[in-house]
């Protein structure tokens, strides 16, 4: 299995609030992704990682923001919660193009947040 | 963009029985990747089986084994002799060949059952 952890996997916060979610990998992989999942939607790209310093938006990455300062580590932070953003966020890495073509994802295991 | 689409919000099956997934697609490239992940109650995304748009033959993994029909769109992913360890939501799955950040587009997800 891929080395990814996050932390925390749970967390209940109320609105207003900041809230950073961490992902860390043991892989040096360059590629890092957070996602969020809602029923019926599947999972939603909020911000990637292409690199230390390197990132970009995703499909909804409104009222988010990301950082990469290490290779193994992709924060993810919620400036001020909102119930809209009660979800389950997951990371993700994937391995470079030039150890296979196809790239997949890997998955942490997810943080479940609720905002009240 | 593209779009991921699984018609089917749940299934069920009996044990040692077979049944089929449905994913369809929606893009304009001809390189692309699909993937199909497994979600089990314990919320981990696991890598299931994966296709290159290339290829020609369909990809097999064990009992899992995929129907891609890339003229239809169309990418199913069929579960031979169910045990109820597969009982899971499974998610379609669709990468683009050239975006360089390897971004994955999910389908909403289809809930199994598998009645023993």
């Known amino acids: 299995d891929a080395g990814i952890t996050q932390s925390p996997r749970h967390k209940v916060t109320e609105t207003g609030t900041p809230v950073t979610l961490r992902c860390h990998q043991t892989?040096?992989?360059?590629?890092m992704y957070w996602y969020r999942q809602d029923p019926g939607h599947g999972l939603r790209l909020i911000h990637y990682?292409?690199?230390?310093?390197?990132?970009d938006k995703g499909e909804v990455s409104d009222g988010y923001s990301v950082s990469r300062s290490k290779t193994e580590d992709f924060l993810l932070t919620l400036e001020s919660a909102t119930s809209s953003q009660t979800s389950v966020y997951f990371c993700a890495i994937s391995p470079p193009r030039d150890t296979t073509p196809y790239n997949e994802q890997f998955f942490g295991p997810g943080t479940r947040l609720t905002v009240l | 963009a593209q779009t991921v689409t699984q018609s089917q919000p749940e299934m069920s099956v009996q044990e040692a029985e077979t049944v089929t997934l449905s994913c369809t697609y929606d893009?304009?490239?001809?390189?692309?990747?699909l993937f199909w992940y497994k979600q089990p109650p314990s919320r981990q995304m696991i890598l299931v089986i994966r296709?290159?748009?290339?290829?020609?033959q369909n990809a097999t993994e064990n009992r899992f084994s995929v129907n891609f029909q890339k003229a239809a769109k169309s990418f199913s992913l069929k579960i031979s002799d169910s045990q109820l360890g597969d009982a899971a939501m499974y998610f379609c799955?669709?990468?683009?060949?050239?975006?360089?950040?390897?971004?994955?587009?999910f389908g909403g997800g289809t809930r199994l059952m598998v009645k023993p």
């Open positions: 892989e040096n992989h360059r590629y």
């Open positions: 799955a669709y990468r683009s060949g050239s975006n360089a950040g390897n971004m994955l587009t």
């Open positions: 296709q290159e748009a290339y290829k020609q």
């Open positions: 990682s292409y690199g230390v310093k390197d990132t």
């Open positions: 893009t304009s490239e001809s390189d692309y990747y």
